[in-house]
């Protein structure tokens, strides 16, 4: 096996974790089909592909909380068969899921001690965590309440967790998509570490960059198969994504075009917390143009929610001029009245608020399309509703039964293209996007996209929020930064460099060297600190 | 050994067989409940399912039940639907019945000759005091967030001890020996009988009216697709502008008039008077009615003809059979959760395995 890293595993060449023809059917789906996986001591061993490949399916397999149908797995050699999560924790598995398990309200310490026997004392543990989180540096202050930590640290937080069961196999399931870039690193650094110890690692992601950059091995699957196995450190990004998807997903080609009039204005928007863990907006000020992508980078839970329910008229407990749509304060609209000004929305959650579950893909129009052409006389046309949604599913490639199948009994990528499509029908004035390509497969993301770059070339002004660096820069034209409840000035996308917006998002725009921002009307008030 | 699986999709199938499997084991548990009190299961069974409706009479003593139960019901389809958990509906039918009984007696008393245009003023009154018994409950989840499944509830007991008050008090008939009770209504205030010779009337017909309006409501209007997009999913509502305070307000003043209309049809119906127990927990057996019949406009008409089988047959089990009168208790009860066991069919399918 090629290695350009230092990998123990390697020399010694002893497999710690072996899967032989490991095969999982469930009543509509076979999540894994004869899957092998080789997974040697000391090595970070990435498993790829897309949602529903069947990734989550093995790991649960591997940590005892799903059982194979048929066969076999390998443990230092020896057969075993792991009958549940604490059977796993026994043989030495650790998990950290990408959903954080952690009470608010209790300590780091207290947390952590959930998990371990009855008879733990606190402050020897508290000890423990902060021995074992100093040699691995993780930053971490075990008499902390959870509430009152980032994102990034919870998650130190379940991987101390699991580092103190001294495991030799830590998996990690899409363990980046809450961190800054520079969190990211660092979350490296302590990775590299633990697999130079002899501790093997699983890492489960869709992030091509991020495995080339970190595992030694990459184990490709696709529809529940394993399609490849490969050093992705020899491999390019196209090359992966082939083999994940099948085909390479096309680049999109930027091209400067200048903005038209402005179309979406916030001034000086600012709103209390709604609930005790909810961000509040302080002083936000932005604008939009038509035929320009205005980007919102930022970590999760800054703000981006408040802020996206305040634009959207799902909170309309904003000042009656702090956002106007077109020229036209609409602070005290509710959401359908916005959606008549011109405004189309995406939200992140699919299900649920996007899409009524139970609904058909047809009846689920009637979310955003509520105009003549739906509703007539107070009845709705049911007719005209199916029409427009078998042109939206084979216009933007949905794969679905056709109008009549429930929203919930599409995949997560094919309901936001479905979504995304459904707004971009309307033809709104400004659209505004967020993740638009969250938990989406590469080529679905892709899509989704193109589409969003020519609604802008359409003349169309779009907002889009997203925790994916990558996506910003690849379709906006400029970017903004959300931290704490603040919003940086804006940038241009051309002049924007990762390590800056990684800096401000960590909220530090006003130190240091103020961003040369060309488009100086626009700059909020935040940055004159 | 019997396994229960997830199903990848909820089964239309099993969610209209899910009430059918429920009445069967409702037989089922009647059948073993007979045979231990020591009466013949067949006859037990005959009186609930055969004798009812074994001539014209029985069906017309059918219709009288169903009435009620299929107003309320449709009315509760609307509310559950929205997720709005109105469980007084017996309070809303008792308003109605006191509103549109007292009209009726105030005019009957003004020596007015009764005739269409009066019985039609009782029966908006009888649906503005359900609506307005409605009102109280949605005033206080609307302003003060309160819990409209406890309000509504308490409000029943306020409302039978207001009607109770009433008839033992101003409403109370001066020539009535002292009875708790109003005056007989004339007939001329009364419903129309529609089939001659049994007590079948004119609410009947309201109630098939008002379960192909609420069909029509529900399924293809606008306003019913709202609100119940704000019961299936209130992020999607609000995502998509539809206002939750106005479809707890359609749908309980919704629930609310026909309730009263219930109540109003029971005073100007089969009973003919304002009595202290205007109703047998018609409120209460509309909720299993309205979930037997899937919440649906037209299934409730299906699912109170079972329940108004039930409260004939308990009837005649206690006079042919010497059973007590809890008996249609036990069995609306063993109804509801016969329906609640076999609803996880419809998430899940039974499979034979190890």
């Known amino acids: 096996m090629g290695n350009s890293h230092q990998s123990p595993g390697d020399r010694e060449s002893d497999t710690r974790l072996l899967l032989r023809g490991i095969t999982k059917r469930y009543p509509s789906v076979v999540a894994n089909d004869g899957i092998d996986l080789t997974v040697l001591t000391g090595e970070i061993h990435s498993v790829l592909g897309e949602n529903g490949a069947g990734k989550s399916t093995l790991m649960k397999i591997i940590y005892g909380s799903v059982k194979p149908d048929a066969g076999q797995i390998l443990w230092n050699g020896k057969e075993v068969h792991i009958a549940n999560p604490s059977a796993a924790r026994d043989l030495g598995v650790a998990m950290v899921f990408q959903h954080f398990s952690l009470f608010d309200t209790l300590t780091v310490t207290e947390n952590i001690a959930l998990g371990l026997p009855k008879h733990t004392k606190l402050d020897e543990l508290a000890k423990r965590i902060e021995t074992t989180a100093r040699e691995y540096g993780l930053d971490l202050e075990p008499q902390r309440h959870v509430h009152t930590l980032s994102v990034g640290e919870c998650q130190r937080v379940e991987i101390v967790r699991a580092l103190l069961t001294k495991p030799q196999l830590l998996i990690l399931d899409e363990p980046t998509s809450v961190l800054t870039p520079q969190a990211v690193e660092r979350l490296f650094e302590t990775l590299r570490k633990l697999a130079a110890e002899g501790c093997s690692i699983l890492y489960i992601s869709h992030k091509l960059d991020e495995i080339r950059a970190l595992c030694h091995t990459c184990t490709v699957m696709r529809a529940g198969k394993v399609t490849g196995i490969c050093d992705p450190t020899q491999e390019s990004a196209a090359s992966l994504s082939r083999l994940m998807i099948g085909a390479e997903p096309p680049a999109i080609k930027y091209v400067e075009r200048q903005p038209g009039a402005t179309m979406l204005k916030v001034d000086k928007l600012s709103l209390p917390k709604i609930h005790p863990f909810a961000t509040a907006l302080s002083d936000i000020s932005f604008e939009v143009r038509a035929g320009e992508i205005v980007g919102i980078a930022g970590v999760s839970g800054n703000g981006q929610q408040e802020l996206l329910a305040a634009l959207s008229g799902e909170d309309i407990r904003a000042e009656y001029n702090a956002i106007s749509l077109q020229g036209e304060a609409v602070g005290h609209t509710n959401a359908a009245g916005r959606r008549l000004r011109g405004l189309g929305f995406v939200p992140e959650e699919r299900l649920g608020r996007g899409a009524v579950p139970d609904l058909s893909l047809a009846q689920n129009l009637l979310l955003s399309h509520q105009g003549a052409s739906t509703v007539k006389h107070g009845f709705v046309r049911f007719s005209a509703l199916s029409g427009i949604a078998a042109n939206i599913i084979q216009r933007f490639k949905v794969k679905a039964g056709g109008p009549q199948s429930t929203a919930a009994s599409l995949s997560g990528g094919n309901l936001q293209k479905y979504i995304v499509g459904r707004e971009v029908m309307r033809e709104p004035k400004v659209l505004i996007v967020a993740q638009p390509t969250w938990g989406v497969d590469v080529g679905a993301a892709a899509q989704i996209r193109a589409e969003l770059v020519a609604l802008r070339d359409a003349g169309c002004a779009l907002l889009v929020i997203s925790e994916e660096l990558d996506e910003l820069f690849e379709i906006s034209d400029r970017l903004l930064v959300i931290a704490k409840g603040r919003i940086s000035p804006s940038i241009k996308r051309v002049d924007a460099t990762i390590s800056q917006i990684g800096l401000w998002m960590s909220g530090l725009w006003d130190q240091g060297d103020p961003p040369s921002a060309p488009d100086v009307e626009l700059v909020p008030e935040a940055s004159h600190a | ?354």
């Open chain 2, 1 to 354: 050994m019997l396994k229960l699986e997830a199903r990848a999709n909820p089964s239309t199938l099993m969610s209209w067989l899910s009430p059918v499997f429920a009445l069967l084991l409702t037989v089922l548990c009647g059948v073993i409940l007979f045979v231990a009190l020591g009466k013949n299961p067949l006859e037990g069974l005959a009186a609930f399912f055969w004798e009812p409706i074994s001539n014209l009479q029985g069906w017309a003593e059918v219709g009288v039940k169903v009435t009620p139960l299929l107003l309320i019901a449709v009315g509760l389809a609307v509310c559950y639907r929205a997720s709005v958990f109105n469980i007084g509906a017996e309070g809303q039918l008792v308003l109605g019945a006191i509103a549109g009984g007292w009209a009726a007696l105030h005019m009957n008393d003004g020596g007015n000759t009764g005739g269409a245009a009066m019985i039609a003023v009782a029966l908006v009154a009888g649906m503005l005091g359900g609506m307005f018994w409605a009102a109280i409950t949605t005033v206080l989840r609307d302003r003060f967030n309160t819990n409209e499944i406890l309000v509504s509830l308490m409000l029943v007991y306020v409302a039978q001890l207001l009607l109770s008050y009433l008839v033992h008090g101003i409403l109370m008939d001066p020539d009535g020996a002292n009875f708790p009770q109003s005056k007989l209504l004339d007939d001329s205030f009364l419903l129309p009988i529609i089939m001659q010779g049994t007590r079948l009337h004119f609410g009947i017909v309201l109630a098939l009216l008002a379960s192909g309006l609420g069909w029509v409501f529900l399924s293809r209007s606008f306003s019913g697709f709202k609100l119940q997009v704000g019961g299936m999913a209130p992020l999607a509502a609000r995502y998509a502008g539809f206002s939750s305070r106005k479809s707890l307000w359609t749908s309980m003043m919704i629930c609310g008039a026909l309730a009263g209309l219930a109540g109003v049809c029971e005073v100007l119906g089969p009973v003919g008077q304002l009595t202290p127990t205007i109703s047998p927990g018609y409120g209460f057996a509309a909720i299993i009615v309205a979930y037997v019949g899937r919440l649906h406009p037209i299934g409730v008409i299906f699912s109170s003809f079972i329940m108004a089988l039930f409260y004939i047959g308990g009837e005649l089990s206690q006079s042919r059979l010497g059973m007590p009168n809890a008996i249609t208790g036990v069995f609306q009860g063993i109804l509801l959760f016969s329906l609640l066991a076999c609803d996880v069919l419809i998430h899940y399918r039974m499979r034979w395995g190890k």
